[in-house]
């Protein structure tokens, strides 16, 4: 960062001094995704900046850029640069640039695109949002089973500099089946006149078209892949992933789980790109949801009035029992929530987990009434001297009088329940989600604490009542 920020401040020099034959020297040896920053804090020189990179560099930065700066120089470019920067970009790359394009733009960009170029990039454009053919290219070296590794590698050198990735090669039959796969390491250890079919391997992993764009993530994540094929209903090879659209999707998918998990509707923008309008719209109808969730609560407490008198000091200690309540089962839910998102867990290991979080609920559930007995007894006692009903006069009350051992007792019982009872709900919640084919993320910490809330108060009145006798 440091490194970025000197070269930045040396190009506002050279820029003051109109010395662009030393700005180009210093932005041509520079990363993709370096040299995109660097560009982006010259929001005035943008264009031109970018009109000094060689070719196959700028299309590399362009790729790397926020949506909103492709769009300008999309805007200012010519019909004959639009074309220049398209031709050097993967198709993969050029249909996510065209999703983020206003119609205008994209006329544009489909305007000055060859008509292969075109009729591979709508093919894409048809599939849905979510899924393996939607993030897919269509750039991949395939072999055919009958040629010698000798002329496998010929191809190569002729086809595979307009390749996303030459590292691993497809082989098909004819009508483009998948009948397997051969590294580059294999055909560069084979000798000349090895068939292909010889050495290719035939235990492929591949995904068809419609599967969800997370599982792709996964399973390329599982298997330590950097590509993986993508096939139609017939099994014909008609994409690959790459590695760095399955990295794409595994941070899109886990900023969206983040932001459902705090309660928010999942924004497509970067924060500071997001207009106030937007966040605002994003986040309060859940807080909305949310404050008229905990009516339950307020309703509850009004129907116990009479019984919280009996006991005035029992209120004090409902912030302590509702707020481990509900960090327990927050804490709870997204180990589950997690655990689903990378196929840790199942929804058929269910009784598992039940099992696992009950163990797991009581020893903190005890630990953590243990620590509230001892807490009420010594430190919270004068409290008890204050309000509690059986010393009318406000006698002086030592820690251990029998009924100060009695509210201790109740709290700390309820402690143990309300522990219990959050932690497997919140395992419980996301896996229900998941079974029913809704986002576990939905189940977070938010919706599993207004319904410990409620849970934790029925738990404390009812403790209260057959200990206390209120």
Known sequence: MDEL???????????????????????????????????????????????????DLAAECFVEMESENQEELLSSFTDNEI?????????????????????????????????????????????????????????????????????????????????????????TSQDRTLLGY????????????????????????????HEDKEFVALEMSKYDLLALPVVDNENRLVGIVTVDDAIDVMEEEATEDIEKMAAMTPSDKPYLQTSVFDIWRNRIPWLIILMLSATFTSTIISSFDDKLAACIVLNAF????????????????????????????????????????ARVSFLCGTTLALATFVKIL??????????????????????????????????????????????????????????????????????ITTVVDVLSLLIYIGTASLFLLI
């Not at 055909?187 to 292909?196: F, G, H, K, R």
């Not at 409902?318 to 998102?341: D, E, F, H, K, Y």
């Open 5 to 55: 920020k000197e070269i930045i401040e040396e190009l506002d020099i050279l820029i003051e001094n109109h010395d662009y034959y030393a700005i180009k020297l210093l932005l041509k040896d520079l990363e993709p995704a370096d040299l995109s920053i660097i560009l982006e804090e010259f929001p005035k020189k943008i264009g031109t900046l970018f009109r000094l990179l060689p070719k």
């Open 83 to 171: 074309k220049e920067v398209m031709d050097e970009l993967y198709i993969d790359d050029t249909v996510d640039i065209i999703e983020e394009m206003p119609a205008n733009v994209v006329k544009r960009i489909l305007y000055n695109s060859d008509p292969e170029t075109r009729k591979i990039i709508n093919e894409i454009l048809k599939y849905p949002d979510e899924s393996a053919g939607s993030i897919m290219t269509t750039e991949y070296v395939h072999l055919d089973e009958n040629i010698t590794v000798e002329d496998a590698l010929k191809r190569i050198r002729r086809t595979g500099l307009d390749k996303e990735t030459i590292y691993t090669c497809y082989v």
């Open 318 to 357: 409902i912030p302590m029992i509702m707020g481990s309540g509900g960090n327990a089962g927050g804490q709870t839910s997204v180990t589950i929530i997690r655990g689903l998102a990378i196929d840790e867990i199942r929804v058929s290991d269910v009784f598992k987990i039940i099992l696992k979080e």
């Open 378 to 447: 010594f430190i919270d006692y004068k409290l008890l001297n204050i309000f509690t009903p059986f010393y009318p006069n406000n006698v002086d009350i030592l820690y251990f009088d029998p009924n100060v051992i009695r509210i201790a007792c109740v709290v700390s019982l309820t402690i143990l329940l309300t522990i219990i009872s959050a932690k497997l709900i919140g395992c419980l919640l996301p896996i229900f989600a998941k079974k029913v084919k809704l986002d576990p993320a939905v189940m977070a910490s938010p919706l």
């Open 182 to 209: 051969v590294t580059a390491k294999q055909l560069l250890l084979a000798d000349d006149e090895t068939i292909i079919s010889d050495i290719m391997d035939k235990n492929i992993i591949f995904v068809h078209t």
